[in-house]
């Protein structure tokens, strides 16, 4: 038994101590490297008056049985209350609640410090302590009664631990994820002290009548240092927002005052996967191809730009939103950047211009071209009426009318080659709406099938599938198989190969001079007196239609090449069969 209290009594002499030392070396690495965090000075302060409570309360195990042993009780207090007083403050200002500015904790607050002051000086009877006595076991100390008016002060600080537990506790329900962890200590730091002091004055230790305030410091210091190094306390500020933002598809970007990210959603991992790395970070070294975007605004005021991002299969193009928002009662402000994704707006409007082109050249084609061609026609018309004699044509003058109304034929035959052309570019032109998959090997062999090809040859180099309209798409390759079949060899060789993003379309033809390149999309551009100029127009409108890109290849050294990009392509490897005239 003897060795037994001897243990209890070591126990209760070291332990003290070594809880000083964690008040002072948790304390330190904060104001060293984290004093400018939100909360952090006034938990260095709630660490720094536990310290010296539990100080003083380690020398009074040591002090003999005298009156500076008793008076010791009031350091020992006054630094304990000031202890709980400075964490509820902390715990304001860390969940950005600010709870700790209510006029009624602060009168609490005031009611604790001010009372105990008052108490201690002007010890009343029945109101402050009574009965006190020397218990020498397991150690030395005083044990008294706690009288009517320090019973209050202890429930009022009882009342503003419980509260502060349950801010956190409310607040841990509606803060983000990533910090549960650092709430949840807190939580358990502040619990701890308050059932340690509960089992205390139920007499649960060996010491029954000993208040054993001091050791409860050594679990929240405990507590603290895992939340502090483990689960990086200060710089993950919680920052509360409902379900509703959390799972928001839109990323959402949080900075503090100093723009520095302190949270985020978890759509924001889409576009920068390593965000949880660089929280505390400013917005440049976290996202920095997004802090391009962003420019802030005054107080109450809202700010917005663009902000576009190249992944793998195509760009995405977002809207990007900054407000001010005001934290506290203080003069400081944080940041909220909302992005949207407005690709598919972005796209509309672009095909919607594309279309509104369309209708001006269909316009221009209809009011320029089929009038040339029938005041060709009219022209002819009027000199056969001017031929027609009563008594009829000799042979010469039957000979020339012959020729004029093979030209008449000729124009006619121009004007409904232009109009099926035009009908093709009003119709066709309109956006895709819905699509599915289509083999770019399979399109370019029916297509090729649907073109008098004579001895030209196809080579399909590899295949994918890919979204498209495949009545257009046939449409599209068709065009351009009539294009190198027109202005090429009869022999002339067509290859439709996979590129990274889309697809190509090149012939061993003569190519187009590179002072035509600019001008081969044009509607009504071409080199030849039979051609419409508008087959390459109608390849441009089709491909635009599905959200695509088509380019001239200028740097291609033989023949001509088309590059189409911008197009949901997924590569399969292999090379597909080929049939006649293909390879």
Sequence with gaps: MASSLSAVALAYYALPSVAVLLHAGVGYWIYRDHWGRRGAKWFVVTLATGGLSTFFFWLYLFVPPTAFKRAMFFPIALFAFCSYLAFPIFAGQYTETDF?????????????LGGFVALSLTRPAGLYTANVRLIREPVTYYAYEVGAGLRVIYLLTYALGGYTVYRLFVYLLSTSARATRQLALLIAAVLSVIVVIAASQAGLFPAEELNHAAYATLLFNMFATLALFRFDLLNVQPVARNAVVENLRDPVVVLDEDRRVVDYNEASIRLWADLDGHVGDPLGVACPDLSEAVSFPEAGEETSGRFTRQFAEAERHYSVNVSQVSRGRDDRHWYSVL??????LERSRWQLE??????????????????????????????????????????????????????????????EAIIADVLTIAREGKTVEETRSVSLATAARDAWANVDTGDATLTVDGDCQLQADRSKFLSILENLFRNALDHGPADVTVEVDVIGGGFAVADDGPGIPDEHADDIFEYGYTTTDEGTGLGLSIVKTMAESHGWTVEYDTDTQQGARFVF??????????RPEVGPGQS
Excluded: F
């Design 100 to 112: 700790h500015r209510h006029w009624l904790v602060r009168v609490t607050m005031v009611a604790v």
């Design 339 to 344: 992005l949207r994704d407005v690709t598919a």
């Design 354 to 415: 594309r279309q509104n082109e369309r209708l001006d050249q269909v316009a221009s084609t209809v009011s320029h071209d089929l009038r040339n061609h029938i005041n060709v026609a009219d022209g002819y018309t009027e000199i056969l009426d001017d031929m027609i004699a009563p008594d009829g044509l000799d042979a010469e003058e039957a000979d020339t009318a012959d020729q004029h109304l093979d030209q008449i034929r000729t124009s006619h035959d121009r004007m």
């Design 565 to 574: 990009g911008n197009v949901d392509v997924d590569h399969d490897a292999g």
